[in-house]
């Protein structure tokens, strides 16, 4: 990445990538919601993509995020919550976020509802699915999606607005596009089931493209706009424990 690039420049040339991969798959890029994942990023990084226009942002990791928050009080920000969710965690999530994209189990959920206070709208719920199928990864199984969808529906200072997934870290193409395809099939049932959703969140800086391609509502891109992440997360890091092992 040349000096000389700027935050700005780079959310600019996302946006393109976006209208290009929409227009290819006959959609609008104005159903598309560009999310920017700052995890690792310090504040500063946030303010030049809010100075450059973007306002939705997702963090990963609560402590780091509400470490970063007090810089940014005076932005307006729409916070998501696109981490892992521990049940410990969820009072402080639900009081500082407007979505929380990773819900994969009813405990999670009913927690979330319990303390979401009431001075503020509902959260704004997608349920997390596990299309790869890797033991590693977060995510309810395809076949249990009915029932959680199901519970979390009904449960109050809620709102389920659809699905997210991350697909497996591959190279291969083929397998990406049927991780997602799957993830637009159990949207679909959903919807055909009566459920009132219109959020697939899929797609990340690689694969992007794809995911629009296959029908994705909302992208959550971090590098490709932000730059290189500040340290390895705790998944990128156990990607690269495994790699050297291979080595060895
Ligand atoms: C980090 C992260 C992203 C963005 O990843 P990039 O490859 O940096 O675009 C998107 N979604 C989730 C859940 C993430 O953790």
Known sequence: MEPTTTVASRLQAVKDRIAK?????????????????????????????WQAGQTVFGENYLQEALAKMPALTDLPIEWH????IQSNKTKRITENFVWVHGVDRIKIADRLAKDRPASLPPLQICLQVNVSGEA??????????????????RLPRLK???????????????????QFHMLWELYDRLKKD?????????GMSEDMDIAIAEGATT???GT??????????PEE???QAAKKSVTL
């Open 21 to 49: 991969a929409a227009q290819s798959a006959g959609r609008s890029p104005d159903e598309i919601t560009l999310l920017v994942a700052s995890k690792t990023q310090p504040p500063e990084r946030v303010r030049e993509a």
């Open 81 to 84: 919550f696109i981490g892992p």
């Open 136 to 153: 590693s990864k977060s995510g309810v199984a395809p076949e249990e999606l009915a029932q959680l969808a199901a519970h979390v529906v």
């Open 160 to 178: 389920l607005r659809g699905l997210m997934a991350v697909p497996e870290l591959t190279t291969a193409t083929a397998l990406q596009r049927s």
């Open 194 to 202: 009566g459920y009132e959703l219109d959020t697939l969140s899929m």
């Open 219 to 221: 992208v959550r891109i």
């Open 224 to 233: 490709a706009i932000l730059g290189p992440r500040r340290y390895l997360i």
């Open 237 to 239: 890091l156990a990607i």
